[in-house]
């Protein structure tokens, strides 16, 4: 899926951080900012611990393995803010951030963080040398715990592409460059596969070495006379899936020597997909014997969700209205999948479609009939690309977190189940020293509040439709209040803040 790294502010979207109810359900989120930042474009890293972090822009958020958000953070460095691009979960369950800041006059510098698993920064570094003034780049992280950094460094004088790559404790350990390529200037993502690295561009793939050398190019990979666009690129034991638009969705797969395998579109029966859309987002993930792929059309507010076996029989095909685009999609460690939506009215609003294992997506989508056509297989070779070692420098960084908070609401619950209620509970004053007014609840309903690390803290059941929650005695942070009708259903999830 096309994206370009947070270096680029102007097509920067800060999305907000939310809770939501069990992720064995199938339901769709509509999460509402309380913040400043109103436009929006989340993507989903799953955790070890069967949780989800969503980040973008200047947050990241941690949900825990039932769904009830952790903490929410945006992070600075002094007067400056900190842009979150990329985030990845090492084995010590320390988040690896790819970061970048803008300084004037628009020059963007490009970096690291790392953090622990509350997000609370450990060390950061930027990149104190680079050859021009405007980067950008993507990130991967080995299971060694090293990881690769591939930054474009250009401006007017010219284009350079450098690949770093970093030990497990942040030491650097080589940076080579060179390339002066310009299908290099829209990188859209590097992954790791071990010791070595994928990077795509809408063009191809390229496989690097664990010293940063190319072994190989895919090329062009044609569609009769054409080729098509490269949107999103999973490495897995068996080989290389991806997702492409050549006016359709499709799924193809490669082996780890660049061998293209097959190449697979869809062709849906709703009438937006009979007259050649232009997709403006797709994306695809292998899960177990299934393959699932979602795709957003362009000018219309219409996404579509298919699920296939893994002979690429179609097994459902979904299409939804809802005025959001989605960004990225995910497995959820309960076998489900994770969806993530950006606003596109630029509201303070964005969506997450989190399903059960047998995904069905709820009532918010219609079934949509589609064929999984196969396509003909016609790579054009590649340039060679040569790259040697260069020098770098890179400066400390101190870095700063500040606890932030949101407010979601479920939209559409899977097929058969209860629809939660639609009252809204209201917490005043937000943030708060001693006590808060909880207005917007029922008589009888019952509440559950977690601290940031998701530890019960306080529980009890309303009384009227208005009620005060001491909190004098609580530590100052993010607290989660959760309110649940007399069925046990949750109607809303809050966020508040004890601050003195």
């Keep these: 899926m096309p994206r370009l790294s947070a270096i680029g502010p102007l097509l920067l979207a800060m999305w907000p951080p939310f809770a939501m109810t069990s992720m064995a359900q199938s339901t769709l989120y509509h999460l509402n900012n309380t913040g400043e930042w109103g436009l929006t474009d989340p993507d989903i890293l ?12 200047w947050t990241m958020a941690r949900t ?5 958000l952790v903490w929410a953070r945006n992070y600075d460095a002094g007067s400056e803010t900190v842009l979150i691009d990329q985030v990845f979960e090492n084995g010590n369950s320390e988040l690896i951030v790819a ?37 950008l780049g993507m990130m991967a992280l080995h299971p060694s715990g090293e990881w690769s950094y591939f930054i474009q460094s250009q401006d007017l004088e010219g284009a350079e592409s450098t690949q770093f790559r970093f030990g497990s404790d ?24 071990g010791d070595e690295s994928y990077l795509m561009n809408p063009f191809g793939i390229t496989k690097f070495s664990s010293t940063g050398t190319p072994l190989w190019h895919s090329g062009y990979i044609g569609q009769g006379v054409g080729f098509v666009g490269m949107e999103s690129i999973h490495p897995m034991p068996e080989g290389v899936y991806f997702a492409f638009d050549d006016g359709r969705p499709g799924y193809g797969f490669m082996t780890h020597d660049g061998t293209v395998q097959w190449l697979k579109d869809i062709e849906g029966a709703d009438a937006l997909l009979q007259t050649d859309p232009s997709i403006l987002h797709t994306d695809m993930v292998k899960q177990g014997d299934r393959y699932v792929i979602f795709a957003d059309v362009s000018g219309e507010d219409a996404t ?8 690429h029989a179609p097994i459902v095909g979904r299409k939804t209205d809802m005025q959001h685009e989605p960004r990225t999609i995910a497995t959820t460690a309960g076998a489900g999948m994770a969806m993530s939506y950006a606003a596109s009215d630029a509201s303070t609003t964005v969506s997450l479609l989190v399903t ?18 196969d396509l003909p297989i016609n790579v054009t070779p590649w340039f060679t690309d040569v790259y040697t070692p260069i020098t770098s420098t890179w400066s400390n960084l101190a870095v700063t977190s500040t606890l932030v908070s949101a407010t979601t609401a479920p939209v559409c619950s899977a097929v058969g189940m209860d ?46 439709d208005r009620a005060s929650l001491n909190v004098a005695d609580l530590v100052e942070g993010a607290y989660q209040l959760t309110v649940q009708d007399m069925q046990g259903r949750m109607m809303r ?8």
Excluded: Q
């Excluded at 799953?46 to 822009?57: E, N, Q, R, T």
């Excluded at 579509?304 to 002979?311: A, I, K, N, V, W």
């Design 356 to 373: 059960g294992p047998d995904l069905d997506a709820g009532s918010c989508f219609e079934e949509v009939p589609f064929t999984v056509n």
């Design 170 to 193: 942040g030491s650097l350990l080589y940076g080579v460059g060179g390339v002066e390529e310009p299908i290099f200037s829209s990188i859209h993502a590097l992954r790791a596969h």
């Design 419 to 464: 629809e939660p209620s639609t009252l809204t509970p209201v917490v005043f004053p937000n943030p708060a020293s001693d006590h808060m007014v909880v207005g917007g609840v029922g008589d009888g309903m019952r509440y559950r509040l977690h601290d940031a690390t998701g530890r019960l803290v306080r529980h009890g059941t309303w009384k009227g």
């Design 493 to 500: 999830s809050v966020t508040m803040m004890v601050m003195r």
């Design 99 to 135: 970061i970048g800041m803008v300084s004037p006059p628009l020059t963007n510098d490009v970096g690291w963080m790392r953090t622990n698993a509350s997000g609370t920064p450990i060390e950061a570094k930027l990149w104190a040398n680079p050859p021009h003034t405007s980067n």
């Design 304 to 311: 579509y969700l298919f699920t296939t076996d893994s002979l």
């Design 64 to 68: 825990n393995s039932s769904g009830a």
């Design 46 to 57: 799953p955790l070890s611990d069967g949780g989800l972090l969503l980040y973008d822009g």
